[in-house]
């Protein structure tokens, strides 16, 4: 498995930026899936995007489309999620999550495929 840690959360205007990152440590980093998901008060934790080992794959979730681009970096073991575009509700708990075994598209939303998990980070979008 990879720890996980993720960085970059704050209070930001609508329509501003973020940069979310996550910083993993262990073996076989490039061997993962990585994924973001997000978590509001009182809701269920629901996928954003995720990207493939080699970085060449992508999916997102309808809501953050043309706003949130998913990178990673496997040279330095570091996945990111550029958030433009905010929205009000996009405030929640960001949490960065690692997954071995092979998903694409929609099958890469599933919580539970996911092995390991950061401890999140506060995105707060003031209207």
């Known amino acids: 498995q990879v720890q996980l840690v993720e960085s970059g959360g704050g209070l930001v205007q609508a329509g501003g930026s973020l940069r979310l990152s996550c910083a993993a440590s262990?073996?076989?980093?490039?061997?993962?899936?990585m994924g973001w998901f997000r978590q509001a008060p009182g809701k269920e934790r629901e996928f954003v995007a995720a990207i493939s080992p080699s970085g060449a794959g992508t999916t997102y979730t309808d809501s953050v489309k043309d706003r949130f681009t998913i990178s990673r970096d496997n040279a330095k073991n570091t996945v990111s999620l550029q958030m433009n575009s905010l929205k009000p509700e996009d405030t929640a708990v960001y949490y960065c999550?690692?997954?071995?075994?092979?998903?694409?598209?929609?099958?890469?939303?599933?919580?539970?495929?996911?092995?390991?998990w950061g401890q999140g980070t506060q995105v707060t979008v003031s209207s």
């Open positions: 262990g073996r076989a980093f490039s061997e993962y899936t």
């Open positions: 999550a690692a997954r071995r075994n092979y998903c694409s598209g929609s099958r890469c939303s599933d919580v539970g495929g996911y092995d390991s």
